[in-house]
């Protein structure tokens, strides 16, 4: 069992439209959990942090789920330069566990 | 610019051959990790150094993998006998202490073993 497990979509919404997709982890003692963003050709970069009580970050919204084991992401308001994958990440101790990408397409 | 740098972007090389890259991490950064990608995935860890001190390596990273960050500032990454298999992107990412999860990536080496 992968230890990050990914819808991979893809996920092709217009420009405005709201996407949300989840993730799912193996390990239940993981304590630290992110959402990376990668265009194409490029390398992974940060979007943001996921805590216990969700957050937000402009149009970007995380929320984890320790029970399930799940974290989520939704986007309000697509741009086109959201189009991108979008890499749910465990962090355990240092080491960072990604899962394989979710590829988000807002066209216009 | 300051972000990590890799060099050399492209590599492609013949089964068999030795192939080595470079991993100039952020200045300040002490940790420096490994990782590969191949298309359709996302990156795997491979091997980790916090300064000059390589705390774990991956399964992944058979005995035909070696990495070294002498005096704790830029990072090799060598791998010998190459295989098909290797072909990948090779990312190198730094951190600052305590941040771990916070980590820079740079642009990747893609290597293409014929």
């Known amino acids: 069992r992968k230890e990050v497990e990914q819808d991979p979509g893809p996920f092709n919404v217009p420009e405005g439209a709201t996407v949300a997709f989840n993730c799912t982890y193996s390990?239940?003692?993981?304590?630290?959990f992110f959402w990376y963003r990668q265009d194409c050709r490029k390398e992974p970069k940060l979007l943001m942090s996921?805590?216990?009580s969700g957050n937000e970050d402009g149009r970007f919204t995380a929320q984890l789920n320790r029970a399930s084991q799940y974290i989520s992401l939704l986007i309000r308001d697509s741009k086109l330069s959201d189009s991108a994958t979008y890499l749910c990440v465990v962090k355990d101790d240092y080491k960072l566990s990604f899962g394989a990408g979710t590829t988000v397409t807002v066209r216009a | 610019d300051t972000g990590v740098s890799q060099d050399p972007r492209h590599k492609i090389t013949k089964r068999g051959q030795n192939v080595t890259f470079r991993c100039d991490p952020i200045s300040e950064h002490n940790r420096l990790y490994w990782y590969r990608q191949t298309l359709g995935q996302g990156p795997e860890f491979l091997t980790y150094f916090q300064n000059e001190a390589q705390l774990e390596k991956s399964r992944l990273l058979s005995d035909r993998f070696s990495a070294e960050r002498p005096k704790g500032s830029f990072s090799t990454l060598e791998i010998q006998r190459t295989e098909q298999g290797d072909s990948a992107m090779y990312l190198c990412?730094?951190?600052?202490?305590?941040?771990?999860?916070?980590?820079?990536f740079g642009p990747g080496t893609r290597l293409t073993v014929l």
């Open positions: 990412a730094s951190s600052p202490s305590g941040r771990a999860g916070e980590q820079f």
């Open positions: 996921v805590y216990s």
């Open positions: 390990n239940s003692a993981s304590q630290s």
